[in-house]
């Protein structure tokens, strides 16, 4: 051996990140790596705390703890590792945290393997720039800030099929609005950060690009397509090839521009198009590393070559797979283990969770955002890409000005409800609009308004005069329309209990009747002339609703064909189908109404009998409705169905939801301890807007008085106060966080709009004596 | 010549097994249909829940697998053959009634897809289980005559039936619709290794460095 050689081999390798549990830091893989091809070099492992298990592995050689991240002296420990890395020996850090204090506070050094600063704001979530040019795309995404409406429209279009991301390695699967409000809360308080963005799913299999640079200059990349995930998304088995040709020419560029050092990782999601959906970009080597070096491409081996300038021979595996195995290791007594927390400190795990009879272990393992100090990077903040979702505008003028007009003069007794005359008119003619292009074609797009939504004369009437059918649910419902003018063949009856109650007789003549169930069907049938059209709700496979025919099942199938049969001669056959775009998502709803057609093309098949009207039932939300394509679904129901006359959509709450307000008053202001305003109660409550939480609400502010240029009337952005409500109910949160004027006193304003529809058809009187 | 090249790698990797004249000259699994009401309503019936079934963010894709299908149904023995009517009360049915299955709903989604089959090495632990599973659970029929069962499983090898998909290019795509995955045309052998694959395709299709030309028995 040389000379140089030699003095190179007494070179330390510092590997940071050593924890090796079920969210494996990569400190030990790359150890593994690393010796692996160098069986002389010292390796020192590195971490923050005593319970890191990795660093008892044998790969490595000699430990340094540090103490926890608040415990450090930055400036001493800045010196630390600096002396470290003068003295010629290399640090690799497998922390994401640490990374990026590293990029901000150390600027670079030769041996100090950790990507810049600027390299970081390039490759950061979720646009993750500097690699686009490699063909990858990005998920459309929006930050979890925006206004609620903004975020809702957004997770309706995708189909409540969407993750909560934050700046560095979280992120939470988002399913329904609560869901949604309570995970941003919670990783708002945890990450301590409102860098938080939604992303849209991407369905594929997860595959990744690993690659190790040495200031700029790409030493090796490797790709690897996960086999085997844990429930937190970590590999445990996977498949290593090597990186193409072209794609590791891109790398080779990108990089260099990156001035990258270290290593990184690509995650991504490849479709079954073969689109690759970016992820993100880990600035380190990811934790399955060692799997690669096991198969012959060591990226951690290579690099620490090229640094110390040493020879590296590989061998390549002829079975290119690995797999992670979990394993015991005799516990390094220098090292040691640490102590039991006291009993009394664990907390009940709330939610159910797995356990035995001992403390959780998340008590145990302190996560490690707990022991570093978060720095967040401007580049969250930047432009987002433009995505294809249509994000409708948050307040429109008129409607904001609507509010400002009918809330002005008003010195009434709060809470109170307030109709929005001109706006609601303005949805019903919006929707006319919307439907006057596809009249001149077939089938014919029909209305039925649905009564329970909003049953008051004003709604009713503008109904009628639109020329929309009456959607009732019950006899009393019926009678209501036809007492405001409306004949029996201008109503739809429908649901469970269309015949309460039973003490009067139902009304015949009607135009269409859907039976919720194959007995009511064949009760239905046995009434002369009840409607023009009788039909049956069906409920798909997979979508969950106590309403309509299961047809999930072969016999309740087999049932429906032979009642249906029977309907022949007797009234024109109708198929109903109801899911609510407003809960499955718009896209959701459209491959269900494909779906639809399937079911009603079988149904004809096997009956002979032709299905003349088909009902879609409503539960749109407001701007979704008017963004159906109405065209397509002419031409889908035309294609498939060619008998059909009319498709029906039933809306309610997409007329009247925008169209009422509640107007309360500031009962008391919060402050927290810099005097910022924290919380405020005001005097509505869940009795008045009984679905506060299950949707987004616009929510505005009038001043008592109208002075001072910041106390105008105007709508609230999102913030950190809460809003609460009268009630002594824990639930009776209002909003969980909303900017309000620093002078807001007692007496002023809060003004919560969307709040027609079922907000005020449930709403329901409570705690007024 | 066929037979020989598969027997030779079994002989080397495996050993030699005794259904193999069998296997390959065995007709891929189809349903029977009795061409009255019971089976088109069966089979409509069907269709219309496979069409439900499919992931709504996944039909955007060339490619949407019925994976459902192996969550809806066991693999186990099911009777032969088996018709529309008795197949929708099933909860349990074989590999070659999962692809045919399978097909239906690939070409009812507009894809070109053609029967095919495997060979597949398994240790003896395996197939002893799998032969005594078939030996205690097959359901019997009146009208079947002793010997009429079909020995997929061998020693080290067993019989299974798949999916081929055509691809734009002449490429083949191999979906394992018993276990909902899609083969690898990597040479491997060991446990669950696939050593022989026959394409009912009319085609020659491309899959990997392979060509598999309509009936014919291609080793990896
Ligand atoms: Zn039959």
């Known amino acids: ?769 | 010549m066929l037979l020989d090249a598969v027997n030779s790698i079994a002989k080397q990797n495996i050993g030699p097994e005794r259904y193999y004249d069998r296997w390959l000259e065995h007709p891929t699994s189809s349903i029977l249909h009795h061409d009255r009401e019971c089976c088109d309503q069966a089979r409509l019936w069907f269709l219309a829940y496979a069409r439900s079934m499919e992931g709504w963010s996944s039909s955007q894709f060339r490619l949407n697998a019925p994976t459902w299908l192996s969550q809806h149904f066991n693999w186990g023995p099911s009777i032969w053959p088996i018709s529309w009517c008795e197949l929708v009360k099933e909860k349990t049915i074989d590999c070659g009634v999962f692809a045919a299955l399978a097909r239906e709903i690939f070409t009812a989604q507009g894809h070109d897809v053609h029967a095919g089959q495997c060979l597949l090495s398994y240790n003896d632990t395996c197939t002893n289980h799998w032969k005594q599973l078939w030996k205690t659970k097959m359901p019997k029929r009146e009208d079947q005559r002793p010997g009429e069962v079909f020995h997929w499983v061998g020693d080290r090898v067993v019989y299974h039936e798949v999916c081929i998909i055509e691809m734009p290019g002449e490429e083949a795509r191999i979906y394992d619709s018993t276990f909902g995955g899609w083969y690898e045309p990597l040479e491997r052998v060991g446990f669950g290794a696939l050593l022989s694959v026959r394409s009912e395709c009319p085609r020659i299709l491309k899959w990997g460095n392979k060509l598999l030309s309509c009936g014919e028995w291609v080793d990896l």
Request: net charge neutral; hydrophobic share 40%; charged share 25%.
């Open chain 1, 1 to 769: 051996m040389s000379l140089k050689l030699e003095s190179q081999m007494n070179k330390k390798i510092y590997i940071c990140g050593m924890h090796s549990g079920q969210n494996p830091s990569a400190g030990v893989g790359i150890a593994r790596s690393i010796r692996k091809a160098f069986p002389n070099l010292p390796i020192v492992g590195v971490d923050y705390w005593q319970g890191s298990s990795g660093l008892h592995d044998e790969s490595v050689d000699e430990v340094l703890i540090f103490p926890q991240w608040k415990q450090i002296d930055r400036t001493r420990h800045l010196a630390q590792i600096r002396k470290i890395l003068d003295d010629g020996n290399l640090w690799i850090s497998a922390l994401d945290v640490e990374v990026y204090w590293l990029a901000q506070n150390f600027g670079g050094h030769p041996n100090l393997l950790v990507p810049s600063g600027s390299a970081l704001k390039m490759t950061a979530k979720p646009n993750v720039e500097a690699f686009t040019s490699l063909g990858f795309k990005v998920p459309e995404n929006i930050s979890a800030f925006l206004s609620d409406v903004e975020v809702h429209s957004f997770l309706r279009q995708i189909g409540w099929q969407c993750w909560l991301k934050g700046p560095y390695h979280d992120a939470k699967r988002i399913s329904s609005w609560e869901v949604f409000e309570k995970a941003r809360e919670n990783m708002q308080k945890e990450w301590k950060t409102s860098h938080l963005f939604l992303q849209r799913h991407k369905i594929g299999n997860e595959e990744s690009i690993c690659f190790a640079a040495y200031h700029g200059e790409l030493v090796s990349a490797v790709h690897m397509e996960k086999r085997l995930i844990t429930p937190e998304g970590k590999t445990w088995a996977g498949h290593v090839t090597p990186v193409s040709p072209e794609l590791l020419d891109g790398l080779k560029t990108v990089l260099r521009r990156l001035e990258w050092s270290g290593g990184g990782e690509i995650e991504y999601t490849r479709d079954p198009d073969g689109t690759k959906w970016i992820i993100e970009c880990n600035p380190r080597f990811p934790a399955w590393i060692y799997g690669s070096a096991l198969v012959g491409l060591n990226l951690p081996g290579r690099l620490v070559a090229r640094a110390l300038n040493l020879p590296i021979i590989e061998t390549k595996s002829l079975y290119p797979f690995f797999t992670r195995v979990v394993q015991e290791v005799v516990a390094k007594e220098a090292i040691g283990i640490p102590m039991p927390p006291d009993p009394s400190l664990t907390p009940w795990p709330a939610g159910g969770q797995k356990g035995k009879a001992g403390p959780m272990q998340s008590s145990l393992i302190p996560p490690l955002r707990e022991t570093m100090e978060l720095r967040t990077l401007d580049s969250i903040d930047e432009e987002r890409e433009a995505i294809a979702v249509r994000i409708p505008e948050h307040v429109p003028a008129p409607y904001s000005a609507e509010i400002d007009m009918v809330t002005e003069s008003f010195d009434g007794e709060t809470p109170t409800r307030i109709h929005l005359h001109s706006w609601t008119m303005s949805r019903f003619q919006e929707l006319l609009d919307g439907i006057k292009p596809t009249k001149m074609f077939s089938p014919e797009i029909r209305i039925g308004y649905s009564i329970k939504t909003c049953p008051t004369t004003e709604h009713i009437s503008k109904a009628q005069k639109s020329g929309f059918y009456m959607e009732c649910i019950s006899q009393l419902e019926i009678e209501r329309a036809l007492n405001s003018g409306a004949q029996p063949n201008q109503i739809i009856l429908n649901g469970p209990g269309k015949f309460w109650p039973l003490t009067r007789p139902p009304v015949t003549g009607l135009h269409m009747l859907f039976a919720d169930s194959i007995e009511e069907l064949n009760r239905v049938l046995e009434i002369p002339n009840i409607a023009e059209c009788i039909g049956i709700r069906i409920c798909l496979p997979k979508l969950q609703s106590r309403f309509g025919v299961h047809v999930d099942e072969y016999e309740p199938f087999q049932e429906l064909i032979a009642s249906i049969k029977k309907i022949k001669g007797k009234a024109k056959l109708g198929l109903h189908f109801h899911m609510p775009s407003w809960i499955i998502g718009v896209n959701r709803w459209k491959d269900a109404f494909q779906s639809v057609l399937t079911w009603c093309e079988a149904i004809e098949q096997l009956t002979h009998v032709p299905i003349e009207h088909l009902d879609l039932g409503g539960g749109f939300y407001p701007t979704d409705l008017v963004g159906l394509n109405f065209r397509w679904i002419q031409e889908m129901v035309k294609m498939s169905l060619p008998r059909v006359d009319g498709i029906y959509f039933e809306p309610g709450r997409s007329l009247t939801q925008e169209g009422e307000i509640v107007v309360s008053r500031v009962l008391s202001v919060r402050r927290d301890t810099d005097k910022k305003v924290s919380e405020i109660v005001v005097d509505a409550c869940v009795a008045e807007l009984p679905l506060i939480q299950s949707y987004s609400h616009r929510i505005f502010f009038r001043p008592a008085a109208n002075e001072g240029p910041t106390s105008e009337f105007r709508v609230l952005e999102k913030g950190a106060a809460k809003i609460l409500g009268r009630v002594c109910m824990e639930s009776d949160i209002l909003s969980a966080g909303m900017k309000l004027p620093e002078d807001i006193s007692i007496g002023d304003k809060i003004i919560f709009a969307d709040a027609g529809a079922y907000e005020r058809s449930m709403s329901y009187a409570f705690g007024r004596g």
